[in-house]
């Protein structure tokens, strides 16, 4: 027995240690990360980390290690401060792995017929029941796209739709919009014109990530509104042209917004991979694209991959066209979902949609909670 504990028993190195996990498994781990991660080290209220490791004048170093109760037991040497470490919870560490994410959710790509199956929430029943709420998160996370229906015809209630999910967020020209006729547009959003297919504010550093857009008023002749999955665009692409694909994914390309009062500049990339390769979105908009500043041999090919992307978001397969109703509210990831609207007559009556922001970043966050996982979940 003492022979099979010594076995068992952490291996201090120079660096660090290797000890047994529960399965046998031997592995090891550095001191400096065990130190930093120790339960001490966060604030049981605000689950902040309050440990300074930046405050240390010598390498953290154990003095002692013992497995205790299917713990590692570490006394660090100098301080004589004790750690405590679950094996099971070194096991997950082992992996080198990030922490599993809930909100990555698979993506469900949808096309030109998706209309009638589109999710549908009523704005009374996301706003009182968790349920309600939950399942219209989850579907902005894996289709992108949802409408709220019986929405109030006030701007308090786009307002309380959105801190469903997050905050307000502002941009260059505000924290709301009005998508209706103005005297002296900026913005070609604000004519009767037809707008091409596009995602939002793609000059701006960080485009905003959520969408909404709230209809009060639409008895206009014309102005169907057409929504497209950039992703499942991109996927064909892929499929297709998996050269072309590359060079959307690699390439940042410049983006503008100038006016009278403000002179925005950003560079994205037309299509977004997510950690795992998987595709995230797109960013397009050929109203706000700057001069492409690239080597024009590089463009050569270039050109080519952008344009027949273009045409692809265009092709019928893709398109879904319908008429956003008074007292609807459509949301969307603005880094998926490509959106347009066809011309409308301006004298035939008023058409008015009220939009703001929110961010992905609150969207996950939201659903993360609503999931009960995270590290301090129970």
Request: hydrophobic share 40%.
């Amino acid at each position: 027995m003492a022979t099979l504990a010594a076995a068992l028993a952490p291996t201090l190195r120079e660096t660090g240690l290797d000890v047994t996990l529960e399965h046998g498994a031997r592995a090891y781990f550095n001191y400096y990360w065990l130190r930093d991660n120790c339960a001490s080290s966060f604030d049981p209220e605000t689950r902040e980390r309050v440990y300074d490791i930046f405050a240390e004048d010598t390498a953290p170093r154990a003095a002692q290690a013992d497995i205790i109760d299917s713990a590692l037991v570490i006394v660090w040497a100098g301080s004589g401060h004790r750690s405590t470490y679950p094996l099971g919870w070194l096991a997950t560490q082992a992996r080198a792995k990030p922490r599993h994410d809930p909100a990555v959710l698979p993506r469900r790509y949808w096309y030109a017929d998706h209309y009638p199956a589109m999710a549908r929430f009523a704005y009374e029943a996301v706003s009182t029941d968790p349920i309600a709420l939950k399942n219209w998160v989850h579907a902005l996370l894996t289709d992108g796209v949802a409408i709220l229906t019986g929405m109030p015809d006030s701007d308090q209630g786009l307002t309380d739709a959105a801190n469903l999910i997050g905050f307000p967020r502002p941009t260059f020209f505000g924290a709301y919009f009005d998508v209706k006729l103005h005297i002296d547009p900026d913005n070609l959003a604000y004519t009767a014109k037809a707008l091409e297919l596009h995602t939002d504010v793609p000059a701006e550093d960080l485009a905003p990530g959520v969408q909404f857009l709230h209809c009060r008023r639409n008895s206009v002749d014309g102005g169907e509104s057409l929504f497209v999955d950039g992703a499942a665009v991109a996927a064909e692409l892929r499929r297709t042209h998996p050269e072309d694909f590359r060079l959307l994914c690699e390439t940042t390309v410049p983006f503008y917004n100038e006016h009278d009062a403000y002179d925005m500049r950003a560079r994205q990339r037309v299509i977004e991979l997510d950690d795992q390769g998987d595709i995230a979105g797109v960013t397009i908009s050929q109203h706000m694209a700057d001069v492409f500043d690239h080597d024009q041999r590089f463009l050569d090919a270039y050109y080519p991959a952008f344009c027949r992307f273009g045409r692809l978001l265009q092709d019928p397969r893709f398109v879904m066209r319908f008429r956003l109703n008074a007292g609807e509210c459509i949301v969307f990831d603005n880094h998926r979902i490509v959106h347009a609207r066809s011309a409308f007559v301006a004298e035939s009556g008023e058409r008015h949609l009220l939009g703001t922001y929110t961010d992905r970043g609150e969207l996950r966050s939201r659903w993360r909670k609503l999931s009960g996982e995270g590290r301090f979940a129970g």
